[in-house]
Nanobody, 127 residues
């Protein structure tokens, strides 16, 4: 059974940092794109960041560019999201996704067709 399990969320203050992790099990994802999404209360799920299978290229939504860093360790089947300079508007449940594709339209990246999703980890940033 394929599972993606996120961890590392919590309650922090504005300006703090957090590192989210996503542990994959049941199969390896060394040949798959992976990404992070988030869903804030009352809003739709949105793309945050993505990384191609090799880790050689990364993509970010504009609101987190320069503050968040996505990375992966294929030897451990792990995906990470380092989040710095957190803002209250970053408050959301963060989800890990695997499989699917990454596209760019008008310099705006997007992630589509994920095959697997985690159940999410809550990040709350207080002002």
């Amino acid at each position: 059974q394929v599972q993606l399990v996120e961890s590392g969320g919590g309650l922090v203050q504005a300006g703090d940092s957090l590192r989210l992790s996503c542990a994959a099990s049941g199969r390896t994802f060394t040949d798959s794109n992976m990404g992070w999404f988030r869903q804030a209360p009352g809003k739709e799920r949105e793309f945050v960041a993505a990384i191609i299978w090799s880790g050689a290229m990364t993509y970010y939504v504009g609101s987190v560019k320069g503050r968040f860093t996505i990375s992966r360790d294929n030897t451990k089947n792990m995906l990470y999201l380092q989040m710095n300079s957190l803002k209250p508007e970053d408050t959301a449940v963060y989800y890990c996704a695997a499989g699917g594709g990454i596209g760019v339209r008008g310099e705006v990246p997007f992630y589509y067709g994920a095959d697997y999703w985690g159940k999410g980890t809550l990040v709350t940033v207080s002002s």
